[in-house]
């Protein structure tokens, strides 16, 4: 008997819950870039910027990321699919 061979096309659900997974992965990534860029900018100024300004930016980013992390969980966490299935390959949902 010949084995079934895997779909090459991924369901719609499972595709998408890998792309959000693949987001969850980015946002300490996208944090960390966010955080670096103060860096840069006063690097190439000679005028000192306020401490306070900085201080907003810092933990405006910082609920950027506790809100998206929060928000790509909660997406992640209602879908049908668990993780082990989409690592493994097998989809249990239709």
Do not use: C, H, Q
């Not at 690097?43 to 201080?55: N, Q």
């Not at 992390?69 to 989809?91: H, Q, T, V």
């Amino acid at each position: 008997m010949k084995k079934k061979d895997a779909p090459v096309f991924l369901e719609r659900s499972t595709y998408r819950m890998r792309r959000v997974i693949d987001a969850i992965r980015l946002v300490p990534i996208f944090g960390a870039v966010l955080w670096i860029i103060p860096i840069f900018m006063r690097r190439g100024s000679d005028e000192i910027g306020s401490i306070s300004t900085l201080m907003i930016y810092v933990f405006s980013v910082w609920l950027i990321l506790i809100v998206s992390s929060f928000l790509l969980l909660r997406i992640f966490s209602k879908s049908e699919s668990s993780w082990d299935s989409l690592m493994s390959g097998e989809d249990k949902s239709d």
